[in-house]
């Protein structure tokens, strides 16, 4: 879980075999490597690797972003009935994979969210100064989040129906909080690229 700071005070993150940012050190959080998150993760709590921190249309928005190297392909019934017939064993072993696969990113989102919401209502002592300025100078009322998941490996054709997929498991968590789908996004490492989440040249900011 390298974090590189370089001589400007950028911070870039290396995550799943891709380089995320650089970001100003104002607008990142490394939950993943944070001192409150090592004290619980023993206690099966699960975070994402960072937060993001961003104005979009003069509100603060913070990103909760996962990496992953892979993501199963979402098996509609087709697929599965003609797998059925010659590998069933196979098509087992898939769901299982599947459904472990999203419990762990249901269970990153949520717990990271969770997280973040008791480090800034002061629920555990002085572990606020933690998080940098820009994420600690608006009320929790103010702020929008929305949940990113960066697939390494994973092609355009096939990010539809995982984004899909991922709504529909965060479904109840986006009603808790009053969050919309649209807070939801799946990305592969070329969009990501493209959004300015990923080092690409010189384009080093989140556009969007």
Do not use: C
């Amino acid at each position: 879980m390298p974090k590189v700071i370089d001589n400007l005070g950028r911070i870039t993150i290396e995550e799943s075999d891709m380089q995320f940012g650089s970001y100003s050190r104002d607008d990142v959080f490394y939950i993943e490597a944070s001192k409150i998150y090592k004290n619980m993760r023993q206690d099966g709590v699960q975070t994402a690797e960072f937060l993001l921190f961003k104005i979009k249309s003069n509100h603060p928005v913070v990103l909760i972003v996962e990496a992953k190297k892979s993501a199963p392909k979402i098996l509609n019934k087709i697929r599965i009935d003609k797998l059925i017939k010659n590998e069933k064993e196979k098509v087992l072993q898939l769901e299982v994979n599947t459904a472990d696969f999203f419990d762990d990113i249901k269970s990153k989102f949520k717990d990271t969210l969770s997280l973040f919401v008791a480090i800034r209502s002061n629920l555990h002592d002085k572990t606020d100064m933690e998080l940098p300025e820009n994420f600690r100078r608006f009320q929790l009322s103010e702020m929008r989040f929305r949940f990113i998941l960066v697939i390494k490996k994973h092609e355009l054709k096939w990010l539809p129906e995982l984004q899909s997929k991922v709504e529909k498991e965060l479904n109840s968590m986006l009603k808790i909080w009053n969050l919309s789908p649209i807070s939801v996004e799946v990305l592969n490492e070329e969009r990501a690229k493209k959004r300015g989440l990923i080092a690409n040249n010189d384009l080093i900011n989140p556009s969007e």
